[in-house]
């Protein structure tokens, strides 16, 4: 199995998606997701970019070229990129900052903190 169909079938179980969960999202058949998965297809590119899409990471973490899934953002410490991280890494929460978008460097790391305080309990209840 090559790095792009255990990257695939990783990102998959990792978010209890099933084939057909996969497959809808990016617009292909159920059972080219499989060819995918057991490596005996290789991707369209536009279907690279569309798995992407669907599992919230870069397309060159797919074909192994970087082992970062989300990418860095530049200037954010390494605590910052890590709340980064997982909020990208949520289908609802990178859905909500996707609406935002283009977010600069300040607003991430604006967000991040905000996250990282509600995510510790010291954020003020009401």
Known sequence: MDIFSRRITQLRTERGWTRAEVAKRAGVSRSYIRALEIGIREPRAEVIGRLAEAFGVRADYLLGLTDDPYGKVEGLTPELQEVWNTIVARPD???????????????????????STIRSGNGSGG
């Open 93 to 115: 929460l990178r859905m909500l900052v996707s609406t935002l978008e283009p977010l600069s460097r300040e607003q991430v790391a604006v967000i991040c903190r905000l996250v």
